[in-house]
């Protein structure tokens, strides 16, 4: 991801140490850059409704949340939604078109999971990369939804990171 996005994304090039976070369940997994130390394992929900688990992590959740310039990851993982949608529905849910252009949507597989990826670009008028990954495991029994906001050169490695360490282990 980093050779393949890196065009698209303005910033430094430094790296990050790296720790693992998970969910408040002990369920989901990955490996996030230390210095994103603002992190919430709390249950992921959609219009107050609990759907599954979740971890968030950035240097700040807040400014994550609330503008382009900073770096930071959502991974949540549901059955709910598994049962409720199709495959591509998430994808097909989320529109940053209001802050980001549309750069595509690309095939994801690696050992456990498949499915798709859109990627948004310029988000904020900032040089911005979104990220946003839809993936099942064979069995279909959840989806896994990783969202990532990419404001450097570091911050690709920490994609490749991610998702070479995403997993759901319950």
């Known amino acids: ?3 393949e996005l890196g065009n698209d994304v303005a910033g430094s090039s430094a790296t990050y140490a790296y720790t693992d976070v998970s969910d ?3 369920l989901l997994y990955m490996q996030i850059p230390t210095a994103w130390t603002d992190v919430s394992g709390a249950s992921w929900e959609e219009e107050g409704t609990v759907v599954g688990n979740a971890v968030r992590a950035a240097p700040s959740l807040d400014s994550f949340y609330g503008s382009s310039s900073t770096p930071g990851v959502f991974f949540g993982a549901s059955a709910v939604l ?8 998430l994808l097909d849910s989320t529109d940053f078109s209001g802050e980001c252009f549309y750069d ?3 095939d994801y597989e690696d050992a456990v999971y498949a ?5 948004w670009v ?3 008028g900032v ?3 979104f990220v946003v990954l839809e993936a099942y495991p064979a069995s279909l029994e959840f989806v896994a939804l990783i969202q990532i906001q990419i404001v450097s050169d570091a911050d690709l490695e920490a994609l490749d990171t991610i998702l070479a360490t995403f997993d759901v282990t319950g």
């Open 122 to 124: 310029d988000c904020g």
């Open 1 to 3: 991801f980093a050779e």
């Open 82 to 89: 598994a049962q409720e949608l199709e495959p591509g529905d």
């Open 127 to 129: 040089g911005t990369t």
């Open 115 to 119: 499915g798709a990826y859109d990627v």
């Open 104 to 106: 595509g949507t690309y």
């Open 24 to 26: 408040d369940e002990g």
